[in-house]
């Protein structure tokens, strides 16, 4: 996949000159790389096939606009549609201090993380967009520990296509590429705005996806699972949201 260059898409064009529509070539061509989304299926498909596999051809390392400081959001949008729960409420009382983010599936050394923890290791600070599929927005600095730095403590296996995460609300969960599990913005994410992480905001632990719409920035993640099978999650989507009619893949 990584030696696809942009020369290899322009013979891809060829065919396409050569009578075969352009959706049938990158159709093939997304197959052959393996560039696939795993809610291909049904109405949707050919058009969130196309946008994934273009994105991850043309694109794959590019970052996520950033901004300074002045341009953060003044009055944040905290979305909360789903009551917490009693699990949640007690650790909150507790000051999170029993909060594990659980990683686990194709690793070599499973692991369990303390908020804590997650503080204490490399994080970085970033000032992004955050935009939701219905249509607000803000920006905000996160700060976090880089996917790829849990990856590598736990020894991913090279056989990983995706990594799977899930939150203490059981009807979110979401997965990643590994185009963007190890992409320097993808965040676990402790702090906003030089402050712990709100819990309207998704505190103690969110993921931020800052190349993906809001919806890939799951809130209050308590698992990370490693995976090279990403249809026995589920109902085989990818995540939560192609259940519910949004696309598995929301690049921005
Ligand atoms: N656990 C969980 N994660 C979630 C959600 C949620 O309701 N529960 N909402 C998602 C949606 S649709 C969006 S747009 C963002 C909203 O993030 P915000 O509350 O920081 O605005 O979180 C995403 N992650
Ligand atoms: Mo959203």
Redesign the pocket.
């Known amino acids: 996949m990584s030696q696809l260059s942009r020369r290899k898409l322009i013979a891809g064009g060829a065919f396409a000159a050569a009578g075969m529509s352009g959706l049938v070539v990158a159709a093939q061509l997304a197959t052959h790389y393996g560039l696939i989304p795993p809610d291909s299926g049904g109405w949707y498909g050919p058009g969130t096939t196309l946008t994934y596999a273009a994105q991850r051809i043309l694109n794959r390392h590019s970052l996520a606009r950033e901004f300074t400081r002045n341009q953060i959001s003044a009055q ?7 009551p917490l729960g009693d699990a949640f409420q007690r650790s909150q009382q507790n000051s999170f201090v029993d909060w594990r983010l659980q990683v686990d599936g194709l690793v070599a050394r499973p692991a369990s993380f303390s908020v804590a923890e997650l503080k204490s290791f490399p994080s970085r600070s970033q000032i992004t967009h ?5 249509g ?1 927005s ?1 920006v ?1 600095e996160w700060k976090g520990v880089p996917l790829s730095h849990i990856l590598e403590l736990v020894g991913a296996m090279p056989q990983v296509t995706y990594v799977v995460y899930r ?3 059981p ?2 969960w ?1 997965s990643i590429d590994m185009a963007d599990a190890l992409h320097p913005q993808t965040l676990v994410t402790h702090g906003m705005n030089g402050a712990d992480l709100p819990v ?3 505190g103690p632990v ?2 931020r996806v800052p190349r993906q ?9 308590t698992r990370l699972t490693l995976t090279d099978n990403i249809k026995q999650f589920g109902k085989g989507l990818g995540s939560s ?1 192609p259940e519910d009619g949004y696309s598995w893949y929301a690049g921005i």
């Open positions: 944040p949008f905290a979305n909360l549609v789903a955050l935009a939701c599929e219905e607000w803000y905000a939150s203490i609300q009807d979110w979401e309207p905001f998704g969110r993921m719409l809001g919806y890939k920035s799951l809130k209050y993640m949201e």
